[in-house]
């Protein structure tokens, strides 16, 4: 592992760890940005067939003998493929969501007067349809339609559209991907290039219906296709890039747990990155033997993403304390973080920006990804600064309400006339006028 002290950098490379600027550079490169666009064009302009196309040339797969689209029946039909295991997972990974989402469900209305005769309030509603793009390109991923699919069906949206490429060996959805889709209850389903599919599914094909809105963890070309999309119209929830973790451990933490949690997000991919933070130099060194032994018994592929994500990507940073260590954690703004630490609820109360906190040992990555409920689609890149991960909330919007009687009105206005008058809006103006002199 790569084992930094924190005292000895300078600005510039404490600017490269905290920004993450080679993963931006490849999400927002220009020339990937221009290609994505021609291929968002094509797909606005000649629809079906420029999907149908770009799938056979980007990944080896003729639509025309797989299917593009599949509805209740044809979802079903593959699902059926799922091992009983598996559909048992499923089933408790979407129950704690459903568990969770629900919880935080707010009020669908609230209305409040704030002076006599002036109520204001909202109407939270749904909103009319959403696209949930699933990756395949390093494997199968049901959870990530659990994530992102659960929260959508708890807040009812009306019409839900799964957008996933095709299996490179089979050329259509996976089993398990399809499993979710039907216990969800979701009827509809994309399979094609992951960009040209996010396009089709955001501008509308000849035999697409359109999207309000797309969301879900992609690939530098899908987050582009997303953006790019969101530029005509359809609203993206938020860039989901290369998974990071972050884990904050003292002396009393597990080494053996330590090793494995650290490697957890590592294996994603060589994008990935993975950082324990602790002011303890003991635990350093037997430490890093145990992530050595990890390493080599994970397959090789798995291993080689894993070794990039604590050396190029991440590694130990020794920090002076505690204190410390939250304020690079709130500077990095992680997706996922562990307090692998004595008192975890007390140093909660100092991290202000995280996708995630696990509290404890006991709550591992893993873990929360699959079962506990919380949500595992979170913000990467530093967007936990501003934004939160994907749950119900994410697929309802709020219309502001007010009420004003005759007097309330007539109280208001003169503060309301000077406003008016300074902004130069004479039929403002006049339309307060008018009820004064009711």
């Not at 704690?96 to 609230?110: D, H, T």
């Not at 359109?210 to 296709?225: E, M, N, R, Y």
């Not at 994008?271 to 090789?300: K, N």
């Amino acid at each position: 592992m790569r084992t930094l002290r924190w005292s000895e950098l300078n600005e510039s490379q404490r600017l490269a760890i905290i920004q993450r600027r080679d993963t931006a550079r490849a999400m927002f490169d220009p020339a990937l940005r221009s290609e994505i666009e021609r291929l968002v064009d094509d797909v606005e302009q000649r629809g079906d067939a420029a999907l149908e196309e770009a799938t056979e040339r980007f990944d080896g797969i003729d639509l025309n003998s797989a299917g593009t689209r599949l509805d209740s029946d044809a979802i079903a039909a593959g699902a059926s493929q799922t091992a009983p295991a598996l559909r048992e997972a499923i089933a408790v990974a979407i129950e704690r969501s459903e568990a969770f989402n629900r919880a935080l469900l707010p009020e669908r209305s609230w209305r409040r007067e704030i002076l006599p005769g002036l109520s204001v309030g909202e109407v939270v509603s749904p909103i009319e349809s959403a696209g949930l793009f699933v990756p395949s390109g390093k494997g199968s991923f049901p959870s990530v339609l659990v994530q992102i699919g659960t929260p959508a069906v708890v807040a009812n949206v009306g019409r839900l559209v799964v957008i996933v490429p095709p299996d490179q060996r089979t050329g259509r959805p996976d089993a398990a991907v399809l499993e979710v889709a039907r216990q969800l209850g979701i009827g509809e389903l994309i399979c094609g290039n992951g960009p040209a599919a996010v396009a089709a599914v955001a501008l509308g094909t000849e035999s697409i219906q359109p999207v309000v809105k797309i969301v879900g963890p992609g690939s530098p070309p899908v987050s582009a296709a997303m953006l790019e999309c969101q530029r005509r119209g359809c609203v993206t929830q938020m860039v989901l890039g290369p998974t990071e973790s972050v884990i904050i451990a003292d002396a009393n933490a597990d080494l053996d747990l330590l090793a494995a949690d650290l490697l957890n997000e590592a294996e994603h991919g060589p994008d990935s990155s993975a950082f324990l933070i602790t002011a303890d130099q003991s635990i350093v060194e037997p430490l890093g033997e145990r992530v050595q032994a990890r390493l080599e018994q994970l397959p090789e592929q798995r291993a080689d993403w894993a070794r990039i994500a604590i050396t190029d990507n991440g590694g130990v940073i020794l920090v002076a304390n505690e204190a410390e260590a939250c304020e690079l954690v709130n500077a990095l703004a992680p997706e996922h973080l562990q307090l692998a630490v004595a008192d975890p609820e007390a140093m909660l109360t100092s991290i202000v920006n995280a996708g995630e906190v696990l509290l404890g040992q006991g709550a591992s990555f893993a873990l929360a990804n699959y079962t506990v409920g919380v949500p595992a689609s979170l913000p990467t890149g530093r967007f936990a600064r501003v934004s939160s991960g994907i749950t119900a909330e994410t697929f309802l919007k709020r219309t502001s309400v007010a009420a004003v009687s005759n007097q309330a009105a007539v109280a208001l206005s003169d503060a309301a006339l000077e406003l008016a008058a300074h902004e130069d809006f004479p039929a403002h103006a006049a339309a307060l006028r008018a009820r004064q002199s009711q």
